[in-house]
């Protein structure tokens, strides 16, 4: 079955420390994007890629860092500069150059800063 | 930037409708509408393309105020499994795929 899997599910970081998120995706879709989600709050866009091994920062990138090496893969490092990390990150991809286009979602990784 | 949904909250008995707005203060291309359940991805649920243009839930309608700029999402006859977060996603440009700005989301719960 086609899909994005994310991993892992839930994360713990100390203080400090990095950690990377994994995507993948097997869609065969050109563009991935991150999000953050804070409780109540809308999604926010982190970075997005629309090609292999270029990306552009989000609404939001301070303190986060990605690379697009694969057309399937697009990892997600939360760096020990982001202030506050505790939040349900979600990894999306989509189709371009189509009209109609939805965007397709992973089941997340909840990071909790202990 | 980021558009306003309203209402915050709604709570529904099973088979009553629902309507759930979206607007923005700049021009659109498009509105997406997704449904979160807790702890799990959001899932697509409808596309509105300025123009006309709508691909999405047979069960599930909305219209899109080209002129106003906002959206709403009709919930008719609700099922307990229509409880969740609505978010609307906003493009300004074609094209755009998943790069959305989400409204601040409304939360449905429908009672038996």
């Known amino acids: 079955d086609g899909g994005i899997t994310q991993s892992p599910k839930y994360l713990f970081r100390k203080e400090g420390q990095n950690v990377t998120l994994s995507c993948e995706q097997n869609?065969?879709?050109?563009?991935m994007y991150w999000y953050r989600q804070d409780p109540g709050q809308g999604l926010r866009l982190i970075y997005y890629s629309q090609i292999v091994n270029d990306f552009q920062k989000g609404d939001i990138a301070e303190g986060y860092s990605v690379s697009r090496e694969k057309k399937e893969s697009f990892p997600l490092t939360v760096t020990s500069a982001q202030k506050n990390p505790t939040a349900f990150y979600l990894c999306?991809?989509?189709?371009?150059?189509?009209?109609?286009?939805?965007?397709?979602f992973g089941q997340g990784t909840r990071l909790t800063v202990v | 930037q980021q558009p306003v949904q309203s209402p915050q909250a709604v709570i529904l008995r099973e088979g009553e409708d629902a309507v759930i707005n979206c607007s923005s203060s700049?021009?659109?291309?498009?509105v997406h509408w997704y449904r979160q359940k807790h702890g799990e991805a959001p899932v697509f649920l409808m596309i509105l393309l300025k123009g006309g243009e709508q691909k999405g839930h047979e069960k599930i309608s909305a219209s899109f105020n080209e002129k106003k700029q906002q959206s709403s999402l009709y919930l008719t006859a609700s099922q307990l499994s229509y409880s969740g977060t609505y978010f609307c996603?906003?493009?300004?440009?074609?094209?755009?795929?998943?790069?959305?700005?989400f409204g601040q989301g409304t939360e449905l719960s429908v009672k038996p």
């Open positions: 700049k021009a659109l291309y498009s």
């Open positions: 869609l065969n879709h050109d563009a």
């Open positions: 996603g906003t493009e300004r440009e074609e094209n755009q795929g998943g790069k959305l700005i």
């Open positions: 999306a991809s989509s189709h371009l150059q189509r009209k109609n286009t939805e965007a397709f």
